[in-house]
């Protein structure tokens, strides 16, 4: 097989590698620590009660 443009693949991949560089340089380390608990699903921290303890709040309140 022949490769038709050997210098825009080589360009390609140095552009790629540029980037992966600059990217690696220029962003904040990673905190594993910092991440939520597996199986939070987005919800957040527990709330001290159910949702059903909670006050009634009226509708025109707000």
Do not use: Y
């Not at 594993?32 to 025109?60: I, K, Q, T, Y």
């Amino acid at each position: 097989m022949h490769r038709k443009f050997p210098g825009l693949i080589a360009l390609f991949w140095a552009a790629v590698v540029v980037l992966l560089v600059l990217d690696w340089r220029v962003s904040t380390p990673h905190d594993r620590f910092a991440e939520p608990p597996p199986l939070a699903l987005g919800n957040g921290p527990a709330a001290d009660a159910g949702h059903c303890s909670l006050a009634p709040v009226a509708p025109n309140s707000r």
